[in-house]
């Protein structure tokens, strides 16, 4: 599936609201042997006051420390065993399909700490998707540890798309960022643009 499709699916999905209003879906492809796990951009107020909750916190799994924001942190901790359940289910019922994670904004940082999560709950590392995703990671050690649970990682963010500078303080990351487009100073006081220009196929060519 190429990018602006996977855009376009994820802006799509029926999702399931958990508490904190943190929104996902698991869908099965079998055409593609790929189990999506996506979560919803920012639907709701409390969505936005969860994007502004980026004070970092530790996370320990196993022998690894990272830090991650809040916000984005704590939403999906409210529903991560439910969320959880689901896709080990789907991976048992489909052992030889892969798991790809993906979002939009709000929902592309979720998707980083989903992927980190599912590595943890089954040893398997999946392929992450994200469309103008804010930073969900603090420090310079959580950007490099975390590329280690992730099978192949496409961060999508246009260069003047302002959401992927969020939160716009040193030291926050992201996994693997590929820029798209041009720049414009101007370009990043339109969100409604440039936040939601992913699903333009031109978009990509020559970065795939």
């Given amino acids: 599936m190429k990018p602006n499709e996977i855009f376009k699916m994820v802006s799509n999905l029926d999702y399931r609201r958990n508490t904190a209003d943190f929104d996902w879906a698991v869908k099965v492809d079998d055409e593609e042997k790929i189990i999506w796990v996506a979560v919803q951009a920012s639907m709701s107020w409390l969505d936005w006051v969860i994007n502004l909750l980026f004070f970092w916190i530790p996370q320990v799994r196993q022998w690894f420390l990272y830090f991650a924001c809040l916000g984005w942190q704590g939403a999906f901790n409210s529903c991560k065993a439910i969320i959880l359940n689901k896709v080990l289910q789907e991976m048992n019922a489909h052992p030889d399909y892969e798991v790809h994670c993906a979002g939009h904004s709000y929902g592309g940082a979720g998707s980083v ?5 599912i590595f943890f709950a089954s040893g398997e590392k999946t392929v992450l998707d994200t ?18 649970f992730f099978k192949e990682v496409r961060q999508w963010a246009h260069w003047s798309d302002l959401i992927t500078y969020m939160p716009p303080l040193p030291g926050y990351w992201n996994v693997k960022v590929i820029r798209l487009g041009e720049f414009s100073l101007k370009g990043l006081f339109n969100p409604e643009k440039y936040h939601q220009i992913y699903d333009d196929e031109k978009l990509y060519e020559g970065k795939i």
């Fill in 131 to 148: 469309f103008g995703a804010p930073k969900p990671l603090f420090g310079l050690l959580s950007h490099l540890v975390c590329k280690l």
């Fill in 113 to 117: 700490l989903m992927g980190i999560e």
